[in-house]
Protein backbone atom coordinates (compact mmCIF):
# COMPACT_ATOMS: atom_id res chain seq x y z
CA UNK A 1 0.00 0.00 0.00
CA UNK A 2 1.56 3.52 -0.74
CA UNK A 3 2.23 6.22 1.74
CA UNK A 4 -0.76 8.37 1.05
CA UNK A 5 -2.87 6.03 2.41
CA UNK A 6 -1.32 4.15 4.86
CA UNK A 7 -1.78 8.18 6.79
CA UNK A 8 -5.14 8.49 5.67
CA UNK A 9 -5.40 5.40 8.09
CA UNK A 10 -8.85 3.20 8.41
CA UNK A 11 -11.17 6.02 8.28
CA UNK A 12 -9.92 7.49 5.33
CA UNK A 13 -9.53 4.55 3.11
CA UNK A 14 -13.57 3.49 3.79
CA UNK A 15 -14.04 7.27 3.01
CA UNK A 16 -12.16 6.92 -0.30
CA UNK A 17 -13.75 4.20 -0.99
CA UNK A 18 -17.33 4.89 -0.48
CA UNK A 19 -16.59 8.40 -3.01
CA UNK A 20 -14.99 6.13 -5.43
CA UNK A 21 -17.67 3.47 -5.67
CA UNK A 22 -20.60 5.98 -5.85
CA UNK A 23 -18.80 7.75 -8.23
CA UNK A 24 -17.92 4.57 -10.53
CA UNK A 25 -21.65 3.18 -9.85
CA UNK A 26 -22.97 5.88 -12.00
CA UNK A 27 -21.65 3.91 -15.14
CA UNK A 28 -23.85 0.93 -14.07
CA UNK A 29 -26.53 3.24 -13.20
CA UNK A 30 -27.26 4.61 -16.12
CA UNK A 31 -27.08 1.39 -17.68
CA UNK A 32 -28.45 -1.16 -15.66
CA UNK A 33 -31.65 1.15 -14.17
CA UNK A 34 -32.88 2.21 -17.91
CA UNK A 35 -33.28 -1.84 -18.63
CA UNK A 36 -36.51 -2.07 -17.50
CA UNK A 37 -37.77 0.40 -19.40
CA UNK A 38 -36.26 -0.93 -23.48
CA UNK A 39 -40.10 -2.54 -24.11
CA UNK A 40 -41.49 0.70 -23.25
CA UNK A 41 -39.56 2.92 -24.92
CA UNK A 42 -39.65 0.85 -27.92
CA UNK A 43 -43.43 1.73 -27.82
CA UNK A 44 -43.44 4.81 -26.96
CA UNK A 45 -40.98 5.75 -30.26
CA UNK A 46 -42.61 3.28 -32.57
CA UNK A 47 -39.38 1.27 -33.33
CA UNK A 48 -38.51 -2.28 -33.45
CA UNK A 49 -36.33 -3.61 -30.46
CA UNK A 50 -32.61 -3.50 -32.57
CA UNK A 51 -33.14 0.45 -32.42
CA UNK A 52 -33.90 0.36 -28.87
CA UNK A 53 -31.06 -1.47 -28.49
CA UNK A 54 -28.77 0.25 -30.09
CA UNK A 55 -29.18 2.90 -27.52
CA UNK A 56 -26.94 0.78 -25.34
CA UNK A 57 -24.79 0.77 -28.12
CA UNK A 58 -24.28 4.26 -28.51
CA UNK A 59 -24.04 4.53 -24.81
CA UNK A 60 -21.05 2.21 -24.93
CA UNK A 61 -19.62 4.04 -27.62
CA UNK A 62 -19.77 6.70 -25.91
CA UNK A 63 -18.19 5.58 -23.11
CA UNK A 64 -15.11 4.52 -25.61
CA UNK A 65 -14.76 8.01 -26.66
CA UNK A 66 -14.73 9.61 -23.65
CA UNK A 67 -12.54 7.00 -21.89
CA UNK A 68 -9.62 7.89 -24.35
CA UNK A 69 -10.44 11.48 -23.94
CA UNK A 70 -10.37 11.77 -20.25
CA UNK A 71 -7.18 9.35 -19.57
CA UNK A 72 -4.31 12.05 -21.33
CA UNK A 73 -6.67 14.76 -19.70
CA UNK A 74 -5.94 13.61 -16.07
CA UNK A 75 -2.01 12.82 -16.94
CA UNK A 76 -2.04 16.45 -17.73
CA UNK A 77 -4.42 18.02 -15.75
CA UNK A 78 -4.84 15.95 -12.69
CA UNK A 79 -7.95 13.75 -11.59
CA UNK A 80 -10.22 15.98 -9.70
CA UNK A 81 -10.98 18.28 -11.63
CA UNK A 82 -11.61 16.44 -14.96
CA UNK A 83 -13.51 14.10 -13.05
CA UNK A 84 -15.92 16.76 -11.81
CA UNK A 85 -16.41 18.50 -15.24
CA UNK A 86 -17.61 15.07 -16.59
CA UNK A 87 -19.58 14.28 -14.17
CA UNK A 88 -21.57 17.73 -15.02
CA UNK A 89 -21.49 16.53 -18.62
CA UNK A 90 -23.27 13.04 -17.00
CA UNK A 91 -25.79 14.83 -15.23
CA UNK A 92 -26.71 17.99 -18.57
CA UNK A 93 -27.22 14.65 -20.73
CA UNK A 94 -29.42 12.71 -18.17
CA UNK A 95 -31.95 15.66 -18.03
CA UNK A 96 -32.07 16.03 -21.60
CA UNK A 97 -32.94 11.82 -22.09
CA UNK A 98 -35.70 12.29 -20.21
CA UNK A 99 -36.39 15.25 -22.60
CA UNK A 100 -36.02 13.90 -25.57
CA UNK A 101 -38.98 13.13 -28.56
CA UNK A 102 -37.56 10.83 -30.82
CA UNK A 103 -35.59 7.54 -30.60
CA UNK A 104 -32.78 9.79 -32.58
CA UNK A 105 -32.55 12.11 -29.93
CA UNK A 106 -32.37 9.96 -26.97
CA UNK A 107 -29.34 8.06 -28.30
CA UNK A 108 -27.65 10.83 -29.14
CA UNK A 109 -27.98 12.17 -25.29
CA UNK A 110 -27.12 8.71 -24.30
CA UNK A 111 -24.30 9.06 -25.97
CA UNK A 112 -23.04 12.70 -24.78
CA UNK A 113 -24.17 11.13 -20.97
CA UNK A 114 -21.84 8.27 -21.68
CA UNK A 115 -19.09 11.09 -22.68
CA UNK A 116 -19.60 12.49 -19.15
CA UNK A 117 -20.19 9.13 -17.52
CA UNK A 118 -16.68 7.62 -18.75
CA UNK A 119 -14.20 10.10 -16.52
CA UNK A 120 -15.23 8.25 -13.61
CA UNK A 121 -14.62 5.23 -14.99
CA UNK A 122 -10.92 6.28 -16.19
CA UNK A 123 -9.94 8.27 -12.90
CA UNK A 124 -11.34 6.26 -10.59
CA UNK A 125 -8.94 3.56 -11.80
CA UNK A 126 -5.85 6.25 -12.14
CA UNK A 127 -6.67 7.42 -8.24
CA UNK A 128 -6.51 3.70 -7.35
CA UNK A 129 -3.33 2.99 -9.42
CA UNK A 130 -2.01 6.39 -8.13
CA UNK A 131 -2.04 5.13 -4.24
CA UNK A 132 -1.80 1.39 -4.51
CA UNK A 133 0.71 -1.85 -6.00
CA UNK A 134 -0.94 -4.11 -8.02
CA UNK A 135 -2.18 -6.86 -4.87
CA UNK A 136 -3.65 -4.05 -2.83
CA UNK A 137 -5.24 -2.56 -6.14
CA UNK A 138 -7.10 -6.06 -6.34
CA UNK A 139 -8.34 -6.00 -3.03
CA UNK A 140 -9.13 -2.39 -3.15
CA UNK A 141 -11.19 -2.94 -6.57
CA UNK A 142 -12.95 -5.82 -4.92
CA UNK A 143 -13.71 -4.14 -2.14
CA UNK A 144 -15.32 -1.17 -4.30
CA UNK A 145 -17.54 -3.97 -5.88
CA UNK A 146 -19.25 -4.25 -2.40
CA UNK A 147 -20.13 -0.31 -2.84
CA UNK A 148 -20.33 0.23 -6.09
CA UNK A 149 -22.20 -3.10 -6.58
CA UNK A 150 -25.84 -2.41 -4.95
CA UNK A 151 -26.25 -0.23 -8.38
CA UNK A 152 -26.89 -3.00 -10.02
CA UNK A 153 -29.14 -4.62 -7.82
CA UNK A 154 -30.86 -1.73 -7.10
CA UNK A 155 -31.09 -0.06 -10.19
CA UNK A 156 -33.39 -2.52 -12.48
CA UNK A 157 -35.66 -2.87 -9.36
CA UNK A 158 -35.83 1.16 -9.21
CA UNK A 159 -36.38 1.33 -12.51
CA UNK A 160 -39.15 -0.95 -12.22
CA UNK A 161 -40.83 1.12 -9.61
CA UNK A 162 -40.41 4.82 -11.06
CA UNK A 163 -41.94 2.95 -14.44
CA UNK A 164 -44.73 1.56 -12.35
CA UNK A 165 -45.60 4.80 -10.83
CA UNK A 166 -44.46 7.36 -12.63
CA UNK A 167 -42.56 6.35 -16.34
CA UNK A 168 -39.46 6.20 -17.90
CA UNK A 169 -38.10 10.14 -17.84
CA UNK A 170 -38.17 9.55 -14.21
CA UNK A 171 -35.41 7.38 -15.13
CA UNK A 172 -32.95 9.89 -16.30
CA UNK A 173 -34.11 12.68 -13.83
CA UNK A 174 -33.02 10.45 -11.20
CA UNK A 175 -29.48 9.76 -12.59
CA UNK A 176 -28.95 13.27 -12.96
CA UNK A 177 -29.31 14.00 -9.64
CA UNK A 178 -26.83 11.30 -8.76
CA UNK A 179 -24.64 12.90 -10.56
CA UNK A 180 -25.04 16.15 -9.06
CA UNK A 181 -24.59 14.07 -5.48
CA UNK A 182 -21.61 12.64 -6.40
CA UNK A 183 -19.80 16.10 -7.60
CA UNK A 184 -20.37 17.18 -4.43
CA UNK A 185 -18.97 14.38 -2.75
CA UNK A 186 -15.42 14.92 -5.04
CA UNK A 187 -15.49 18.19 -4.67
CA UNK A 188 -15.62 17.91 -0.59
CA UNK A 189 -13.71 14.39 0.05
CA UNK A 190 -11.58 13.46 -2.82
CA UNK A 191 -8.14 14.80 -2.54
CA UNK A 192 -6.01 15.51 -5.66
CA UNK A 193 -3.73 12.32 -6.38
CA UNK A 194 -1.94 13.14 -9.25
CA UNK A 195 1.01 15.77 -8.26
CA UNK A 196 1.91 18.49 -10.70
CA UNK A 197 5.64 17.31 -11.10
CA UNK A 198 4.20 13.92 -12.21
CA UNK A 199 2.32 15.11 -14.79
CA UNK A 200 2.11 15.08 -18.79
CA UNK A 201 4.17 18.36 -19.81
CA UNK A 202 1.46 18.47 -22.94
CA UNK A 203 -1.36 16.84 -23.87
CA UNK A 204 0.01 16.02 -26.88
CA UNK A 205 2.91 14.47 -24.97
CA UNK A 206 0.07 12.50 -22.70
CA UNK A 207 -1.73 11.40 -26.05
CA UNK A 208 1.81 9.98 -27.18
CA UNK A 209 1.86 7.93 -24.31
CA UNK A 210 -1.08 5.78 -25.65
CA UNK A 211 1.43 4.23 -28.17
CA UNK A 212 3.92 2.14 -25.61
CA UNK A 213 1.25 0.80 -23.52
CA UNK A 214 -0.89 -0.54 -26.19
CA UNK A 215 1.73 -2.37 -28.22
CA UNK A 216 2.82 -4.00 -24.43
CA UNK A 217 2.06 -7.50 -24.32
CA UNK A 218 1.95 -7.03 -20.31
CA UNK A 219 -1.15 -4.73 -21.09
CA UNK A 220 -2.60 -7.11 -24.18
CA UNK A 221 -2.69 -10.42 -22.55
CA UNK A 222 -4.98 -9.25 -19.28
CA UNK A 223 -6.73 -6.63 -21.44
CA UNK A 224 -7.84 -9.11 -24.01
CA UNK A 225 -9.32 -11.27 -20.95
CA UNK A 226 -10.99 -8.15 -19.10
CA UNK A 227 -12.86 -6.77 -22.45
CA UNK A 228 -13.74 -10.43 -23.67
CA UNK A 229 -15.67 -11.03 -19.84
CA UNK A 230 -16.93 -7.89 -20.34
CA UNK A 231 -18.39 -8.59 -23.76
CA UNK A 232 -20.46 -11.54 -22.11
CA UNK A 233 -21.71 -9.42 -19.62
CA UNK A 234 -22.87 -6.67 -22.08
CA UNK A 235 -24.70 -9.37 -24.34
CA UNK A 236 -26.38 -10.21 -21.44
CA UNK A 237 -27.79 -6.25 -20.69
CA UNK A 238 -28.60 -6.44 -24.70
CA UNK A 239 -30.12 -9.19 -24.60
CA UNK A 240 -31.81 -10.17 -20.94
CA UNK A 241 -34.71 -7.52 -21.26
CA UNK A 242 -36.39 -8.76 -24.39
CA UNK A 243 -35.55 -12.83 -23.16
CA UNK A 244 -36.54 -12.14 -19.64
CA UNK A 245 -39.54 -10.72 -20.26
CA UNK A 246 -40.68 -11.01 -23.70
CA UNK A 247 -39.90 -14.34 -24.48
CA UNK A 248 -40.11 -16.07 -21.09
CA UNK A 249 -42.81 -13.54 -19.69
CA UNK A 250 -41.21 -12.11 -16.44
CA UNK A 251 -43.51 -9.30 -15.44
CA UNK A 252 -40.97 -5.91 -16.19
CA UNK A 253 -41.53 -4.78 -12.38
CA UNK A 254 -39.83 -8.13 -11.45
CA UNK A 255 -37.15 -7.96 -13.76
CA UNK A 256 -34.78 -6.18 -11.21
CA UNK A 257 -35.11 -9.13 -8.74
CA UNK A 258 -33.46 -12.13 -11.19
CA UNK A 259 -31.08 -9.05 -12.40
CA UNK A 260 -30.27 -8.01 -8.72
CA UNK A 261 -29.69 -11.84 -7.89
CA UNK A 262 -27.18 -12.11 -10.54
CA UNK A 263 -25.46 -8.70 -9.44
CA UNK A 264 -25.29 -10.02 -5.92
CA UNK A 265 -23.14 -13.36 -7.33
CA UNK A 266 -21.16 -11.11 -8.70
CA UNK A 267 -20.61 -8.98 -5.40
CA UNK A 268 -20.37 -12.35 -3.51
CA UNK A 269 -17.19 -13.90 -5.36
CA UNK A 270 -15.79 -10.29 -6.09
CA UNK A 271 -15.57 -10.06 -1.83
CA UNK A 272 -14.21 -13.58 -2.20
CA UNK A 273 -11.30 -12.43 -4.37
CA UNK A 274 -9.95 -10.25 -1.72
CA UNK A 275 -9.21 -13.35 0.09
CA UNK A 276 -8.20 -15.18 -2.88
CA UNK A 277 -5.85 -12.78 -4.15
CA UNK A 278 -3.91 -12.60 -1.01
CA UNK A 279 -3.03 -16.23 -0.83
CA UNK A 280 -3.14 -16.95 -4.41
CA UNK A 281 -1.85 -13.59 -6.02
CA UNK A 282 -4.07 -11.72 -8.85
CA UNK A 283 -2.67 -14.15 -12.22
CA UNK A 284 -3.46 -17.40 -10.58
CA UNK A 285 -7.48 -15.91 -9.46
CA UNK A 286 -7.70 -14.63 -12.73
CA UNK A 287 -7.46 -17.89 -14.22
CA UNK A 288 -10.30 -19.57 -11.85
CA UNK A 289 -12.73 -16.83 -13.10
CA UNK A 290 -11.93 -17.50 -17.23
CA UNK A 291 -12.21 -21.46 -16.84
CA UNK A 292 -15.89 -20.71 -14.46
CA UNK A 293 -16.49 -18.13 -17.37
CA UNK A 294 -16.09 -20.31 -20.23
CA UNK A 295 -17.71 -23.33 -18.93
CA UNK A 296 -20.90 -21.74 -18.02
CA UNK A 297 -20.90 -20.28 -21.46
CA UNK A 298 -20.63 -23.23 -22.69
CA UNK A 299 -23.48 -24.51 -20.63
CA UNK A 300 -26.18 -21.39 -21.79
CA UNK A 301 -25.17 -22.22 -25.45
CA UNK A 302 -26.11 -25.67 -24.98
CA UNK A 303 -29.33 -25.04 -23.61
CA UNK A 304 -30.55 -22.28 -25.61
CA UNK A 305 -29.77 -24.77 -28.67
CA UNK A 306 -31.56 -27.12 -27.01
CA UNK A 307 -34.21 -25.20 -25.05
CA UNK A 308 -33.83 -28.07 -22.20
CA UNK A 309 -34.63 -26.49 -18.43
CA UNK A 310 -36.90 -23.65 -19.97
CA UNK A 311 -35.90 -20.49 -18.22
CA UNK A 312 -34.14 -21.60 -15.51
CA UNK A 313 -31.48 -23.30 -18.32
CA UNK A 314 -30.68 -19.89 -19.32
CA UNK A 315 -31.05 -17.88 -16.14
CA UNK A 316 -28.09 -20.69 -13.91
CA UNK A 317 -25.86 -20.13 -16.37
CA UNK A 318 -26.01 -16.62 -16.95
CA UNK A 319 -26.00 -16.43 -13.19
CA UNK A 320 -22.35 -18.95 -13.25
CA UNK A 321 -20.81 -16.38 -15.23
CA UNK A 322 -22.00 -13.10 -14.59
CA UNK A 323 -20.34 -14.26 -10.72
CA UNK A 324 -16.91 -15.17 -12.60
CA UNK A 325 -16.70 -11.65 -13.31
CA UNK A 326 -16.09 -10.92 -9.84
CA UNK A 327 -12.73 -12.91 -10.19
CA UNK A 328 -11.82 -11.37 -13.50
CA UNK A 329 -12.54 -7.44 -13.38
CA UNK A 330 -10.44 -6.48 -11.01
CA UNK A 331 -7.55 -9.13 -11.29
CA UNK A 332 -7.79 -8.37 -14.94
CA UNK A 333 -7.54 -4.75 -14.07
CA UNK A 334 -4.42 -4.90 -11.35
CA UNK A 335 -2.46 -6.72 -13.74
CA UNK A 336 -3.03 -4.75 -16.88
CA UNK A 337 -2.28 -1.22 -14.85
CA UNK A 338 0.60 -2.28 -12.92
CA UNK A 339 3.39 -1.74 -14.92
CA UNK A 340 2.29 1.98 -15.69
CA UNK A 341 2.51 3.97 -13.33
CA UNK A 342 3.32 6.99 -14.65
CA UNK A 343 1.04 6.50 -17.43
CA UNK A 344 -1.84 5.18 -15.31
CA UNK A 345 -4.22 7.59 -16.88
CA UNK A 346 -3.45 6.72 -20.58
CA UNK A 347 -3.65 2.88 -19.50
CA UNK A 348 -6.50 3.36 -17.97
CA UNK A 349 -8.12 5.39 -20.77
CA UNK A 350 -7.30 2.34 -23.31
CA UNK A 351 -8.51 -0.36 -20.61
CA UNK A 352 -11.80 1.16 -20.57
CA UNK A 353 -12.17 2.46 -24.00
CA UNK A 354 -11.49 -1.31 -24.99
CA UNK A 355 -13.84 -2.42 -22.63
CA UNK A 356 -16.81 -0.51 -24.28
CA UNK A 357 -15.91 -0.87 -27.82
CA UNK A 358 -15.91 -4.52 -27.15
CA UNK A 359 -19.23 -4.41 -25.44
CA UNK A 360 -20.40 -2.36 -28.60
CA UNK A 361 -19.71 -4.95 -30.47
CA UNK A 362 -21.20 -7.29 -28.10
CA UNK A 363 -24.34 -5.68 -27.81
CA UNK A 364 -24.85 -5.11 -31.91
CA UNK A 365 -23.92 -8.71 -32.31
CA UNK A 366 -26.58 -10.04 -30.16
CA UNK A 367 -29.31 -7.43 -32.38
CA UNK A 368 -27.86 -8.55 -35.12
CA UNK A 369 -28.55 -12.40 -35.11
CA UNK A 370 -32.19 -12.41 -35.89
CA UNK A 371 -32.93 -15.69 -34.29
CA UNK A 372 -36.24 -15.73 -31.52
CA UNK A 373 -35.32 -16.32 -27.59
CA UNK A 374 -32.09 -16.57 -25.89
CA UNK A 375 -29.57 -18.19 -29.27
CA UNK A 376 -28.00 -14.34 -30.25
CA UNK A 377 -26.83 -13.83 -26.72
CA UNK A 378 -25.77 -17.45 -25.93
CA UNK A 379 -23.62 -17.35 -29.19
CA UNK A 380 -22.22 -14.06 -28.58
CA UNK A 381 -21.16 -14.73 -24.84
CA UNK A 382 -19.62 -18.39 -25.86
CA UNK A 383 -17.29 -15.89 -28.71
CA UNK A 384 -16.69 -14.05 -26.31
CA UNK A 385 -15.71 -16.44 -23.37
CA UNK A 386 -13.59 -18.71 -25.86
CA UNK A 387 -11.45 -15.03 -26.64
CA UNK A 388 -10.97 -14.68 -22.67
CA UNK A 389 -9.86 -18.38 -22.54
CA UNK A 390 -7.78 -18.71 -25.35
CA UNK A 391 -6.07 -15.16 -24.17
CA UNK A 392 -5.55 -16.04 -20.61
CA UNK A 393 -3.88 -19.25 -21.77
CA UNK A 394 -1.61 -17.66 -23.98
CA UNK A 395 -0.75 -14.28 -22.57
CA UNK A 396 -1.31 -14.02 -19.03
CA UNK A 397 -1.26 -17.47 -17.38
CA UNK A 398 1.26 -17.29 -14.45
CA UNK A 399 4.82 -20.04 -15.11
CA UNK A 400 4.25 -22.65 -13.11
CA UNK A 401 5.16 -22.74 -9.40
CA UNK A 402 4.61 -18.36 -9.39
CA UNK A 403 1.42 -16.53 -8.27
Known sequence: MREGVTRAGEGGLLRLTLVLGAVMATGPLAIDMYLPALPTIQAEFRVDAPRVQHTLSAYL??????????????????????????????????????????????????????????????????????????????RVLSLMVLVMGVAPILAPLAGGYLMLHGSWHWIFWFLGGFAVLCIAAVALFLEETHAPERRAPSLLHALAGF??????????????????AFGCFFAYLAAAPFVFIEHFGVPAHQFGWYFGANALGFITVSQ???????????????????????????????????????FLGVFLPIFCFIASVGLIASNATAVAMEPFGARAGGASSLLGASQSLFGVGASALVGAIHVPGPMPMAIVVAVCAAIALAAYTTLVRPPPGSA
Request: hydrophobic share 55%; aromatic share 8%; net charge positive.
Open 61 to 138: FGLAIGQLLFGPVADRYGRKRPLELGLALFALAGAGCALATSIESFAALRFAQALGGASGMVLIRAVIRDRFDALQSA
Open 211 to 228: GPVARDPRFIGPVLVFVS
Open 272 to 310: LNRKLVTRFGPRRVLGWGVRLLAGAAGVLLLCALTRFGG
